[in-house]
Nanobody
């Protein structure tokens, strides 16, 4: 199995920045796709950003130009750099991994991601 552990959440004021990290361990897949999702209470989980094995990225429209997804440490750490945060970015953020997506041209649907971290809170105040 795969283990995903998020870190780096917290509280900031509007216009601030946070850097989320997700440590990946356990079973290794040939061409994994990794992503960040977020969820507000009572709402469905939504895709924020994704990166495939070859480095192609995809973002939801509301974060384009503000968030950057990347990988470090030989792809064992997933990063989400969030700049110019706004109150509407407040949510629990989840790291996720899909084992059978080779290439992405857009944010993959949530149903393709069987492996999840526990989630981490991001709060942006106005």
């Amino acid at each position: 199995q795969v283990q995903l552990v998020e870190s780096g959440g917290g509280s900031v004021t509007a216009g601030g920045s946070l850097r989320l990290s997700c440590a990946v361990s356990g079973r290794q897949y040939t061409t994994p796709c990794m992503a960040w999702f977020r969820q507000l209470p009572g709402q469905e989980r939504e895709g924020v950003a994704a990166i495939d094995f070859y480095g192609a990225t995809a973002y939801t429209d509301s974060v384009k130009g503000r968030f950057t997804i990347s990988q470090e440490n030989e792809k064992k750490t997933l990063i989400l750099q969030m700049n110019n945060l706004q109150p509407e970015d407040t949510a629990v953020y989840f790291c996720a991994l899909a084992s059978d997506i080779n290439h992405i041209a857009a944010m993959p649907p949530i149903r393709y991601f069987p492996f999840w971290g526990q989630g981490i809170q991001v709060t942006v105040s106005s």
